[in-house]
């Protein structure tokens, strides 16, 4: 097991900014592709951005390409995900993922997860 405690979530208003942490135990975090997904009501869970094992390499969902930012910090250990210009369908619960592969945009790929953090945009 890797343990992914992930944090920050909150409620906010439209067009707000959020940062959420997402802190790895055990390995360093070099050793993962690690990875942010999202869950709203009655949708599945969905990508929303994945940074590699060389922290240079990052990809993003298209509905959140130059308005979320993913970035690690290997010294803390932790990934983070910069929201800003939040819409009311950012609301959602976020997960922080770890792969030890190479697993993309594919949820089933990443054999470690966080309980999630919930993020609340009012419109």
């Known amino acids: 097991q890797v343990p992914l405690v992930e944090s920050g979530g909150g409620l906010v208003q439209a067009g707000d900014s959020l940062r959420l942490s997402c802190v790895v135990s055990?390995?360093?975090?070099?050793?993962?592709?690690m990875a942010w997904f999202r869950q709203a009501p009655g949708k599945e869970r969905e990508f929303v951005a994945t940074?590699?094992?060389?922290?240079?390499?990052?990809d993003y969902a298209s509905s959140v390409k130059g308005r979320f930012a993913i970035s690690r910090d290997t010294a803390k250990n932790s990934v983070y995900l910069q929201m800003s210009s939040l819409k009311f369908e950012d609301t959602a619960v976020y997960y922080c993922?770890?792969?030890?592969?190479?697993?993309?945009?594919?949820?089933?790929?990443?054999?470690?997860w966080g309980q999630g953090t919930q993020v609340t945009v009012s419109s």
């Open positions: 055990g390995r360093t975090i070099s050793s993962y592709t």
């Open positions: 993922a770890a792969s030890t592969r190479y697993p993309g945009t594919r949820s089933e790929g990443y054999s470690y």
């Open positions: 940074i590699g094992q060389g922290g240079v390499y990052t």
